[in-house]
């Protein structure tokens, strides 16, 4: 999305842009990647780790494909992203928006290895029953794919930073690892650790000594498999906020029938160009923003109003797309389609929510930034107090390592933004638009809610609250309008025939209906013709609404 030249061109003055970030494993990535492109002049960005997403606002000379090789130097990809269109349904009418994720699929077999061959490791090197003769090989043997292909992500992201002068979380990841790692496969090879025999128990204390007889195949084992799972258990986190964006999204209509020389043809609602004109029947939503040329109808528009009742349209009427047609055939001219319609500008402020960051998101951003480098100076300093106090090199590794270790979860950056992610979403799908993070983080602050009317705070569905009758049996009456009512669309008749169901039980069956547009529905039902609308529809056959009932009318 995006206001800009196309890619590689000049902007506007002014002009704002939004880029899909790819590689970013922690919030000090997010961070690296904001200091970076704010360092370009004319250049204001925001960069959102849940999200994925940079915010970028830049002045004339600054070129999109500037900023996206700004990212691409710092260690990771940038692209513009596809246009903010409902996603497409695959045969079984999903969106493919749920298919498998690869990254997931990914983590979640690296996940798996770990956790089978991390956890018989863990056991034999805290219980000491299980320690038998050259228990540690065995140990090196299902530690070492962990450590190397489980923990890959984590080394491959801690080589990349390393390249460009920086340090995230996954280089305190991959440090801890390697150096318990590393220093297990020297005690093994070239000290008294791999001799027969060999016991290691677990101490909740340091103790003093010489570090050439223990093994550390334990940390570096269970820290990859316990970080992997917190970061898959982040990513799950992260898609499963985006789906309610998603779901937003696919509130939409996904084909609609198009009148061309006279005829309805079916095309994907994608294919639709303003001026179209296309067909909307009872029961169906209407495909996009438009104007009625043609029948009427109501429409059910609570999805955008909150309003149970529905609205009463016709020729020259405007609709919203997603709204469902809930009375008779209507012909639509299409006005606006595609990213400029209400809904998808909907979704824009959703999308724009979510990528925007409160206080206390900017503040953790902004520990981030610092945290990494201060804890490697902080574990690199407890090794050499360790070593100079003279307490040996095994307690010194130890502590060093605990240092890295104890500081590798990266919550400290998520928790903040996806904590506003599903906060708006939910929003969103509840019809609740939150327009920023400052607007949503402010709302502790608030005591007093004020609303323009009452008819907002509804279910969103009528119900039948009492019958008023004239002349005849009130569970007559309510059978025979229910069992009318019962084959019509409109919110008013299923309330109507939920309450006559709920009453008397199972409905007749209804013979000739007949929907009146904009009136109500007529019918027969046990050989009696049946009315159920306005009063207008009663006058029109000749009828008076009597006057009992045209004051229980104006008392409602």
Known sequence: MTTAAKDGGTAAAGQAVELEIGGMT????AARIEKKLNRMDGVSATVNYATEKAKVAYAEGVAVGDLIATVEATGYTAALPPPP???PADADGTA????????????????ITAVVLAVPVVAMSMIPALQFDNWQWLALTLASPVVVYAGWPFHRAAWTNLRHGAATMDTLVSVGTLAAYGWSLWALFFGDAGMSGMKDSFDLTVSRGGGSGHIYLEAAAGVTAFILAGRYFEARAKRKAGAALRALLE????????????????????????????????????ATDGVVRDGGSAVDASMLTGESVPVEVGPGSRVTGATVNAGGRIVVEAERIGADTQLARMARLVADAQ???AAAQRLADRISA??????????????????????????????????????????????????LMVGTGRGAQLGILIKGPEVLESTRAVDTVVLDKTGTVTTGSMTLTGVHVSGAEEADVLRLAGALED???????????????????????????????????RGVVEGHEVLVGRERLLSGRGLVLPADLAEARAAA
């Open 355 to 357: 990528n925007g960051k």
């Open 487 to 521: 084959a019509s669309e409109h919110p008013i008749a299923r309330a109507v025939a939920a309450g006559a169901r709920e009453a008397a039980g199972d409905l007749p069956r209804v013979t000739d209906f007949e929907n009146v547009p904009g009136l109500g529905v």
């Open 251 to 286: 509130l939409g209509a996904r084909d609609v029938a198009v009148l061309r020389d006279g005829k309805e043809v079916r095309v994907p609602v994608g294919e639709l160009a303003v001026g179209d004109r296309f067909v909307v029947r009872p029961g169906e939503k209407i």
């Open 96 to 111: 493919a928006a749920t298919a498998r994720d690869p990254e997931l699929a990914s983590l979640r077999e690296r996940l």
């Open 85 to 87: 269109l409902a996603p």
């Open 26 to 29: 922690c919030a000090s990535c």
């Open 370 to 419: 610092v945290f990494v480098p201060v804890v490697i100076v902080l574990a690199l300093g407890t090794l050499a107090f360790w070593l100079l106090t003279g307490e040996g090199a095994t307690a010194a590794f130890t502590a060093a390592v605990s240092v890295l270790i104890i500081a590798c979860p990266c919550a400290l950056g998520l928790a903040t933004p996806t904590a």
